[in-house]
């Protein structure tokens, strides 16, 4: 069955660094592309990044471009979301998601269960 | 980047109700739009993708309607298991963005 598991979540100090991993199973993981969605404490849901199959195209909101990196590894079947110069805004569940392409469009299918970065001095 | 807002944000409903969520978007998206479910503590599931199309597994007391800017997420004979909150997003165009939500509560 898919499953997508993040890790790597964690309490970290404004302008502190911190790299979350997202690992894939159950699916051709080199057929999709991947999203990370964050959720802040009580708030909605802000869709942040995606990577494409091959990694080789990105892209990022505006409020953490420049400052977050998302990677992948297929042959780990893995997607990795570097975060740097942190601050309390970005504090939140992020989750990783399949994202799914069809004559219907992209939609979120599959999602992981979120790790939570707290961010705070 | 195009916004998405629900209405209401929250409503409060009886088991065996039928409830209407609307979803509008500032511009036309044609068909790109997703519903989705969350449970407290829970990851979002997909209930509606292409505004219309069930996904797989979900119950078809679920149904979404709409094109273009305005959208619809009806839950027939609500159950206690849908009590919950929606979020509809878009797929139009990158950034993806999500509405606000709507929490369904128990009357």
């Known amino acids: 069955q898919v499953q997508l598991v993040e890790s790597g979540g964690g309490l970290v100090k404004p302008g502190g660094s911190l790299t979350l991993s997202c690992t894939a199973s159950g699916f051709i993981f080199d057929d999709f592309y991947i999203s990370w969605i964050r959720q802040a404490p009580e708030k909605g849901l802000e869709w942040i990044s995606h990577?494409?199959?091959?990694?080789?195209?990105?892209y990022y909101t505006d409020s953490v471009k420049g400052r977050f990196t998302v990677s992948r590894d297929n042959a780990k079947n893995s997607v990795y979301l570097q975060m740097k110069s942190l601050r309390g805004a970005d504090t939140a569940i992020y989750f990783c998601?399949?994202?799914?392409?069809?004559?219907?469009?992209?939609?979120?299918?599959?999602w992981g269960q979120g790790t939570l970065v707290a961010v705070s001095s | 980047d195009i916004q998405m807002t629900q209405s209401p944000s929250s409503l409060s409903a009886s088991v065996g109700d039928r409830v209407t969520i609307t979803c509008g978007a500032n511009e036309s998206i044609e068909n790109y739009l997703n519903w989705y479910q969350q449970k407290p503590g829970k990851a979002p599931k997909l209930l509606i993708f292409?505004?219309?199309s069930l996904e797989s597994g979900v119950p078809s007391r679920f149904s979404g309607s709409g094109s273009g800017t305005d959208f619809t997420l009806t839950l027939n004979s609500l159950q206690p298991e849908d009590f919950a909150t929606y979020y509809c997003?878009?797929?139009?165009?990158?950034?993806?963005?999500f509405g606000q939500g709507t929490r369904v509560e128990i009357k």
């Open positions: 998601a399949r994202q799914y392409y069809d004559g219907s469009g992209f939609r979120l299918d599959y």
């Open positions: 292409g505004a219309s």
């Open positions: 990577i494409n199959n091959s990694g080789k195209t990105t």
């Open positions: 997003q878009q797929s139009y165009s990158t950034p993806w963005t």
